[in-house]
């Protein structure tokens, strides 16, 4: 089932970022604040008391920011990830917002191919974004409003085939 987050949720969700993230998961802190902000958009994947998976967005002026999607190890292949991403894309085409940007490690194939799925594109590569490993993101994105929050396959990107973005964060 899935459901808004709530504070109650915060130390599965510890437990959760910590075994799906490891090095990069975020802190207890991070994690308060996040859930506290009246403006973000976090839900759950609850199943049997249990919280399988998470996912949020925080909406700004005109595009809402993925910040993240988590599913436990042992959940994984299910549809999770893919049911918490359609309902967040709802959420933010309910709002009014244009577009979904998100970053995404350069080595994790099976979270590039699920955003594909759902009509993210690549517009730029964010040179050593993920710390402290110093890992390469893409930065990608999809419109709202015209598709849907289902898998819909490729968009066409606002770059020209071949065009690359390179995002400086050092």
Known sequence: M???????DLDQLVDLEARVFDDEAWSRQALWFELSAPSRTYLVWE????????????PGERDAELMTIGVLPEARNRGIAGSLLAKLIAGADRQG???MNLEVRVDNRAAIHLYEDFGFSQTGLC???YQPEGVDAWAMT???SSAGPGPVGSV???LSEGQERIIDHE
């Open 156 to 158: 066409r990107s606002e």
């Open 127 to 129: 040179k050593g974004y």
């Open 2 to 8: 899935i459901r808004r987050a709530a504070l109650e």
């Open 47 to 58: 199943d049997q008391g249990g919280i399988l998976g998470y996912g949020g967005y925080w």
């Open 97 to 99: 917002l244009q577009r």
């Open 142 to 144: 999809r419109p709202l």
